[in-house]
Nanobody
């Protein structure tokens, strides 16, 4: 059974930094594409970043490019999201997602991912 457990969320001031983590189990992590999504009340869950297991390529939504960095530690079965220069608009519940297929497909779509974590709250105060 796949388990994704996010941690590291919290309250931070605008302009600050936060690093959140997602520990994975029950899957071959080194052969899984890993992504972060986020969601605010009343809005759809939106894509934030993804890292491909095959190429190591990383993709980001435009609003976080240059501020967020996704990385992975295969030896620890963990994916990270380093968030710098945070803005109040970054406030959301952040979810980790995994895709264990060979090809990633459309990485912005929720349906691309096989497994999801429970989320961690990130709040950015102005």
């Amino acid at each position: 059974q796949v388990q994704l457990v996010e941690s590291g969320g919290g309250l931070v001031q605008a302009g600050g930094s936060l690093k959140i983590s997602c520990a994975a189990s029950g899957l071959t992590f080194s052969r899984s594409h890993m992504a972060w999504f986020r969601q605010t009340p009343g809005k759809e869950r939106e894509f934030v970043a993804v890292i491909s297991w095959r190429s190591g390529n990383k993709y980001y939504t435009d609003s976080v490019k240059g501020r967020f960095t996704i990385s992975r530690a295969n030896a620890e079965n963990t994916v990270y999201l380093q968030m710098d220069r945070l803005k109040p608009d970054d406030t959301a519940v952040y979810y980790c997602a995994a895709n264990a297929d060979y090809y990633l497909g459309n990485f912005r779509h929720l349906q691309t991912y096989n497994s999801w974590g429970q989320g961690t709250q990130v709040t950015v105060s102005s």
